[in-house]
């Protein structure tokens, strides 16, 4: 708790008290820390939530895996990337399928998890990325906004391929993305493209194999398709009128 002389005077002026005194001011000092550091560890995920931006946070708990079947094949996977979260290792993912599959709640669930096990996380889509980084290349401040995407543990990039890029947009995704693949730090994407699509949102198709190649190297993929989850509910609601 940083409280640098306060364990030496706690131990000589504990030392001249009645056992019963003693031990009534041990039991006394244990519940306040520990109290101490909850609150403290409470306030640290709070902070660390805020920061990553989550705008609405999502949980594994809430996630309904049982609705669709390629959603039930990826549990297994996705629980066990999940759990390992909590022994400090950071996700890399990629969340492939149409909208309405829970891919951004999938991921959502991942970076909040890694803030709740003491890391940092940020969430944004790729369009921001791209024109905040294009903006600040017209600024000639484009070194600073880099450090903002890479100095996360886990950056999660929502919504890749809703805007097409041209070349130099594509160059300062790339720039991104390699910059944590050397790293070695977390990326997770969502997408509605299979990656032999990326070539249409990146200007070309060298650029989109690399992208790709840098994202997918040591990362879990997952497939979503078949039925949404709203039209699951809407089938649902059907039945019962």
């Not at 520990?34 to 939530?49: D, F, M, N, P, V």
């Not at 969502?190 to 990362?219: H, K, M």
């Amino acid at each position: 708790m940083k409280l640098k002389h306060w364990t030496k005077e706690l131990s000589q002026d504990l030392a001249t008290l009645p056992d019963t005194e003693r031990n009534q001011v041990s039991k006394l000092l244990r519940r306040w820390t520990s109290t101490e550091l909850a609150e403290r560890h409470s306030e640290t995920i709070k902070r660390k939530t805020l920061a990553a931006k989550f705008i609405r946070t999502q949980t594994i708990e809430t996630y309904n895996f049982e609705y669709n079947k390629s959603t039930r094949q990826s549990k297994s996977n996705y629980t066990k990337l999940y759990s390992q979260i909590k022994d400090g290792v950071i996700p890399k993912a990629v969340f492939v399928g149409n909208t309405g599959l829970g891919k951004t709640h999938l991921a959502k669930a991942l970076g909040l998890a890694v803030c709740q096990a003491g890391g940092s996380a940020l969430f944004t889509k790729a369009s921001t990325i791209v024109n905040s980084l294009a903006a600040a290349k017209a600024t000639h401040t484009l070194e600073h906004e880099l450090k903002k995407y890479r100095r996360p543990d886990l950056l999660l990039i929502d919504e890749l391929g809703y805007v097409t890029m041209d070349i130099e947009a594509s160059n300062l995704f790339f720039q991104v993305i390699s910059d944590r693949h050397e790293r070695g730090i977390g990326t997770i994407v969502t997408t509605n493209f299979p990656f032999g699509q990326w070539n249409q949102i990146f200007a070309n198709d060298s650029i989109a194999v690399v992208i790709v190649e840098r994202l997918t190297a040591e990362a879990e993929v997952f497939y979503l398709e078949g039925e949404s989850y709203p039209q699951h509910l809407k089938r649902l609601q059907s039945k019962k009128t």
